[in-house]
């Protein structure tokens, strides 16, 4: 599946072929999707998908994709912040995947087995350790969709 990126302010695009692609070749260490064509791009993925209730969608902009920490290196969990507008730059949610890449190749760089698998998986979305989580709030703390004081808010709610 392809990640057609697109800056809003000036109309430039560039594709993803895959996520491993659209992870290591264009998000900067922030998680922010960069295609290098204006001095102010806005840039954003649009992805519709079909609701169980019919003749209703889903849509939202990816704004950013944070990738987190594994110790498996074949797994790799990551996030998708969203927004609800193309325009905004307002993040709105996360949402959740991974992708497991088994993919093996020769010496002349061909690939001789594996695949490089993206979704849910069999036993659902990825489990987050404490370690995870912790990078998550502060990410979504840096993000805006969080604010320290919501953290503190939940934790004074605790026992």
């Not at 290591?24 to 260490?29: L, P, R, S, T």
Request: positive net charge.
């Amino acid at each position: 599946m392809g990640y057609k990126i697109v800056c809003s302010n000036c109309d430039a695009t560039k594709i993803a072929y895959n996520i491993d692609d659209l992870i290591k070749n264009h998000i900067d260490e922030d998680g922010k999707l960069i295609i290098n064509c204006c001095d102010n791009p806005n840039t954003s993925i649009n992805k519709k998908s079909d609701l169980q209730e019919k003749s209703e969608k889903w849509e939202r902009w990816i704004k950013r994709v944070l990738i987190l920490p594994s110790e498996i290196p074949s797994y790799s969990p990551y996030v998708f912040l969203v927004s609800n507008s193309e325009d905004s730059n307002t993040i709105s949610g996360a949402h959740f995947h991974y992708f497991k890449d088994t993919r093996q190749y020769d010496k002349n760089n061909r690939r001789k087995s594996g695949a490089l698998k993206h979704g849910h998986g069999p036993g659902g979305p990825p489990v987050l350790d404490k370690e995870q989580i912790l990078f998550l709030l502060e990410k979504l703390i840096e993000s805006g969709l969080l604010s320290k004081k919501d953290l503190l808010n939940v934790a004074n709610k605790v026992n």
